[in-house]
């Protein structure tokens, strides 16, 4: 980071005055770098941080009886959990115990951050497909 602000700082105060061309302010340098911190934070960081909170806030709901899938694609129902551990029946008497942070979704539907948009968008498709379909089938 240190070396693109010298780098920024040196473009705004290097340049010649041969050819007419005027120095720009330094303070605009400062302006340009801000702005791009600004748009960096909204449109990267911001809604990381908002993805995370969800997920946390997800995995800290979970409580036993909860059905649930895992990243690695297992279904299974919790058994026991701990703060960072849980324990899931996959099967009659056939238990693991796995890490809360793989658990990507409930069974009943509800999900965490990643699969929401998804989820949302598809059935507005599915809903612009039916309707495509019946104008054709009128």
């Known amino acids: 980071m240190n070396q693109i602000l010298f780098t920024l700082l040196l473009a705004g105060s290097s340049g010649s005055a041969e050819g007419g061309q005027q120095q720009g302010s330094p303070w605009m340098t400062f302006v340009f770098l801000g702005l791009i911190i600004l748009i960096f934070y909204f449109f990267m960081i911001r809604p990381n941080q908002k993805a995370a909170k969800k997920t946390r806030n997800f995995l ?3 409580s036993k009886g909860d059905k649930i899938i895992t990243s690695s694609g ?15 029946e996959i099967a009659n008497n056939v238990k693991i115990k796995i890490t809360k942070s793989s658990i990507v979704a409930n069974q009943d539907g509800t999900t965490d951050v990643k699969n929401e948009n998804k989820k949302a968008d598809s059935k507005t498709d599915d809903e612009t497909r039916n309707q495509e379909f019946e104008k054709v089938k009128d």
Request: glycine content about 6%.
């Open 60 to 62: 800290d709901t979970l």
């Open 74 to 88: 297992l279904y299974g129902k919790i058994v026991e959990i701990n703060d960072n551990t849980a324990v899931i």
